[in-house]
């Protein structure tokens, strides 16, 4: 079945619709997407690596919860949505505090890439039970937040990594050479963790509520 998303402006207004697939292929096509947080009250981030049948970011870390907006859906519908498919938990809209959008690109691998208008939520204080749908999920972890961020900001500053905006203006070349998955260790964890999830760190876009 043809799976069919908005294809977007700059500004997030629509100017088309395209199969994901396809969207997906460089030069890549602007769509939205969603990107969730969930933290818990001890202060720990819900990461997730990212299942081997992934066309895109295939064995990588990443924040809770991404997705693509389809067409005609809501970004809160899409988190909903993407939340009950990848980690089985029932959420409402009232769980999802709305964060900032941005607009990225990323480099994937030599047939796929992303560009993308995503907006954040976060989801605080709230018991879950996640049960990852190996399909899109092979494992989770729980890390604390403050060490996750100190770690990707201390590895960018030594490294150098591009910041979403500095992704638009770069080539697929690019981007392919300077912003590869970050490799971070956090607790237990050693973490491959997808170019976007670091953007999102590094450009202070991740605001969790005192």
């Known amino acids: 079945m043809e799976e069919l998303i908005s294809i977007v402006s700059s500004a997030d207004v629509q ?14 096509q602007r769509h939205r997407a969603i990107s969730v947080w969930i933290r818990n009250n001890q202060g720990e981030v819900l990461l997730q690596k990212r299942s081997k049948s992934k066309i895109i970011g295939a064995d990588w870390w990443a924040n809770t919860v991404c ?3 389809w067409n005609d859906e809501s970004y809160e519908a899409c988190a ?6 990848e980690l089985g938990l029932q959420c409402t809209e009232a769980n999802l ?15 796929y890439g992303e560009h993308e208008v995503d907006q954040i939520f976060f989801i605080e204080n709230v018991a879950v039970q996640p049960i990852p749908n190996p399909a899109e999920v ?12 100190s770690r990707v900001l201390f590895l960018v500053s030594e490294q150098g990594y591009y910041s979403a ?6 080539s697929w070349n690019e981007l392919a050479e300077n912003m590869q998955p970050l490799e971070v ?12 999830t670091v953007m999102m760190i590094t450009g202070d876009l991740v605001s969790f509520r005192e």
């Open 15 to 28: 100017t088309g619709v395209a199969d994901k697939l396809q969207a997906h292929k460089y030069p890549v």
């Open 67 to 69: 997705g693509n907006v």
């Open 80 to 85: 909903l949505r993407r939340l009950h498919e």
């Open 97 to 111: 505090q709305k964060g900032a959008r941005f607009e990225y690109r990323a480099y994937c691998n030599e047939t």
């Open 138 to 149: 092979s494992e989770i972890a729980w890390v604390d937040w403050e060490e996750l961020r």
């Open 165 to 170: 905006e500095a992704s638009l203006a770069a």
């Open 185 to 196: 260790t956090v607790g237990t964890y050693q973490l491959t963790l997808a170019p976007w």
